[in-house]
């Protein structure tokens, strides 16, 4: 068998083995979206969920998820950009490094129930925050943080190294230079590393279980008072997110329509992933585009 033939047997093996797993993933995106997608409506995305009665929706429960997303991104987001300036401009190439860069990929390959876990010895028990939104937002970051600080690093070192010649020569010192021009020149990987993560953090499950809460208590939109429970904006009160309420519907089976409100709302977590995975791709090409033609 000649070159030529072994490696369009092999690039046609190839072939087959990716559009197989395409069209698994394809089908299974569809059969959630058929399934769900008749279910939606208005007033499924903004009434509450009820429990031992027909027709609840998941209004209460997509709130919180987008919520405790804002929550975490705030707390994650400077910490990983940080440490990601740090590993990337200002930390030396010796053992200490090295071990802080290990830690990092074993802290991104860990289960979220361990997380999760995790989080509720610490800040739901230890902490004493309860069962509450700070506490997963907490727990969140300490899963998110690894992966956007990770992203965060290759992105700074994905800008070539004669832009931070420039910006020294132009008599900047090295933390303008960072700010000013290397910064702003990674922010599209940044950008888009920030949006994947945001994805992840708003489809996550197990963590939330234990740190959380399973509860959605009845929200008044007209009271701002951080800390009153029933205030929308409350950190300290149980937030039961889309992804943990898709959980509890199937394991309790307390709704009698529990089947379709499970179709609708998993439906609209696909949906929210995918914008989340499409918009990241978006908007980092567009801002590519953006500077490169400037």
Known sequence: MNAKRSDKIATGVLYAISGIIVLILAALLLYILVRGL???S??????PSRAYQVGGGIG?????????LVITMIISFPLS????????????????TDVIRTS?????????VVVGLFGFLVFVIQFQYGFSIISGALALTVFNLPLLTRTVEESLQ?????QREAGLALGLSRWETVIRVVVPEATPGILTGVILSSGRIFGEAAALIYTAGQSAPALDFSNWNPLSVSSPISIFRQAETLAVHIWK????GTMPDGVAVSAGASAVLIIAVLL?????????????RKMTSA
């Open 104 to 112: 990092i990929e074993i802290l991104s390959s860990l289960p979220s």
């Open 81 to 96: 950009l940080g440490a990601g300036i740090y590993l990337s401009e200002y930390a030396g190439k010796n053992w200490i």
């Open 276 to 288: 989340f995975n499409f918009g990241a791709r978006a908007i980092g090409k567009r801002l590519y």
């Open 38 to 40: 008749p279910h939606i």
């Open 158 to 162: 994905a800008v070539h190294y004669t």
């Open 42 to 47: 208005w007033s499924f995305l903004t009434e």
């Open 249 to 252: 519907i199937n394991t309790e």
């Open 60 to 68: 209460i429960q997509l709130f919180n998820s987008i919520y405790l």
